[in-house]
């Protein structure tokens, strides 16, 4: 594989065009705004989503839906979850089924409820194959070439590994496995937990309540998880424990950092409107829920979330509640 595009133009997209044009690979960038793109070209930095740093100047900018697949022996799929479905309905007719997709999304579809390698099996037929890359990968910590590990998912482990062998970097350590389902459910529901963590921040009740929300919040994701067919132990690895705890704890962490907002007396409207990118967490927030009443599975904390996002509760009543509930066994 030589020729890569990549699919979205925010700030992991930006970093994984870094970090492959950093191994010598042929990359291209797309984004949905044009004008936006050309902005990003000129200037040699992605100044909305990760200022500061310079793309390579190997780069190459695409901003013509019939150019960005064609020749591609990779594509890479940088597009907010709830967005991904009228970008790829937009590319289809120019997609080649042969070649893989590298999804680096988090969420969960409204209304469908579909994760991102459903939406783009959805959009771009069954036959489609995709791989999740998934972990704690803070963007701007991975264009410092901090160290950092990921798992690449697939149901095809072959692909998965050549996944592995594309994006390892002396910087990047990835691992592998096979359950898809588990590393993008556990992407998926780990920023719902980290705007509890933010708020927990933001009201400042201290790190015991931090650390029990961590604990029980990966409860939470670990008994959905596997009521939809995932593996156990993926939700204690890397995509799973490992993201949970960055985006939980670190000062980057956008979902994290509109949950303190919220904390600290912002009103949701007000948090979202500080936060330069999209917020994951929230409108997945809305689809964890639904996607835990069809399975019947309990998720006080998630449910919490929801309660203050969508439906005015307060904060000091939504933690109220959550240490009033019924005593049980671990």
Not at 22 to 51: C, S, T
């Amino acid at each position: 594989m030589k020729n890569i595009s990549i699919v979205g133009d925010g700030a992991m997209g930006s970093v994984c065009a870094m970090m492959l044009c950093q191994k010598h690979y042929a990359v291209r960038m797309w984004g949905y705004d044009a004008k936006q793109l050309g902005e990003i070209q000129n200037r040699k930095e992605n100044f909305k989503f990760l200022p500061g740093y310079k793309l390579p100047d190997e780069l190459a900018f695409e901003s013509r839906d019939s150019e960005i697949l064609k020749n591609a022996d990779l594509i890479v799929s940088a597009v907010p979850c709830q967005y991904m479905r009228s970008v790829f309905a937009r590319l289809k007719s120019h997609f080649n089924p042969a070649v893989p997709i590298v999804s680096v999304t988090k969420g969960v579809e409204n209304g469908t409820l579909l994760r991102p390698s459903q939406i783009l099996a959805d959009v771009l037929g069954g036959d489609v194959k995709v791989i999740a890359l998934s972990g704690p990968t803070i963007a701007d910590e991975l264009v410092r070439k901090l160290p950092a590990t990921a798992t690449a998912a697939c149901q095809d482990e072959q692909l998965a590994k050549v996944v592995q062998d594309i994006f390892t970097m002396p910087y990047f350590r990835i691992y592998r496995n096979t359950d898809i389902i588990g590393v993008e459910l556990a992407g998926a529901m780990k920023n719902v937990i980290a705007i509890a963590a933010g708020i927990v921040d933001g009201i400042k009740v201290g790190d015991n309540a931090k650390a029990a929300l961590l604990c029980r919040g990966l409860a939470e994701i670990t008994r959905l998880g596997l009521s939809l067919g995932a593996k156990e132990q993926t939700f204690f690895g890397l995509s799973g424990l490992g993201d949970l705890v960055t985006t939980c704890i670190s000062p980057l962490g956008r979902n994290r950092i509109f949950g303190q907002r919220i904390g600290t007396g912002q009103s949701v409207k007000e948090a979202l409107g500080a936060t330069m990118s999209v917020v994951e967490g929230a409108a997945t927030c809305k689809s964890i829920v639904e996607l835990a009443k069809t399975r019947n599975i309990d998720m006080p904390i998630t449910e919490s979330v929801y309660q203050i996002l969508f439906c005015g509760k307060g904060v000091l009543e939504a933690i109220e509640e959550l240490m009033k509930r019924k005593l049980k066994a671990e």
